[in-house]
């Protein structure tokens, strides 16, 4: 596609619900990435998934939250019996390799209720 | 690991005026300062970047300088128009680092 997408847009859910994020990555990109964007933070560093290598899942923040990638395209990140502080805007990007080039979707804004 | 710094939080100037945001980082080995510009709703968008080796950069309005001995850089953008308004992210990364460290952001409004 023209750029990355991400479903849903917005995802409102009771605390203790799994949700799930899905996100497109830009045909050919090889390199996909997962952050968090709390309100009025930064963007902190969840996933990377870098072709057939395995992830580096070092900046998910506790065992409730994992994410895939099927077939080198669309990743899901999942999170498990959700608490309230887990709302937040989740943003996914891609690039064509390496760290350059970021280019990232919309997000999907997450409340936890 | 790396630690950037972002000033200031807000910033608001009349329109035409110029607006200047800095940053510092703590990893004396990072070598790549991207910028992102990220309006209400929106993923961030990159807007312009520099690499070690070079002190300045420009792209119109836009202009980004580097201080490798002082660890800081800086985003300049002239003549701003009220499309400029928007939150404004600067990140560093070293060669090893895919991740991208950012700075917490800054929060730019021009006022007509």
């Known amino acids: 596609g023209a750029g990355v997408s991400q479903s849903p847009s917005n995802k409102v859910t009771e605390k203790g619900k799994d949700v799930e994020l899905r996100c497109d990555p830009i045909?050919?990109?090889?390199?996909l990435y997962w952050y968090r964007q709390s309100l009025g933070q930064g963007l902190e560093f969840l996933i990377y998934f870098q072709g057939n290598s395995a992830p580096d899942k070092s900046g998910l923040p506790s065992d409730r939250f994992s994410a895939e990638r099927t077939g080198g395209s669309v990743s899901t990140l999942t999170i498990q019996r959700t608490q309230q502080e887990d709302s937040a805007v989740y943003l996914c990007?891609?690039?064509?390799?390496?760290?350059?080039?970021?280019?990232f979707g919309p997000g999907t804004r997450l409340l936890v209720l | 690991g790396e630690n950037v710094e972002q000033h200031p939080s807000t910033l608001s100037v009349q329109e035409g005026d110029s607006a200047v945001i800095k940053c510092t980082y703590s990893?004396?080995?990072?070598?790549?300062f991207p910028w992102y510009k990220q309006e209400l709703g929106k993923g961030p968008q990159l807007i312009i970047d520099i690499r070690s080796n070079v002190g300045e950069k420009k792209d119109q309005r836009i202009a980004v300088t580097l201080n490798k001995t002082a660890k800081h850089f800086s985003l300049h953008i002239t003549e701003t128009q009220p499309e400029d308004s928007a939150v404004y992210f600067c990140a560093a990364s070293n060669s090893n680092d895919y991740k991208l460290s950012f700075g917490a952001g800054t929060t730019v409004t021009v006022r007509a």
């Open positions: 990893d004396s080995a990072s070598n790549y």
């Open positions: 045909s050919g990109h090889t390199a």
């Open positions: 990007a891609s690039t064509f390799r390496g760290r350059e080039g970021r280019v």
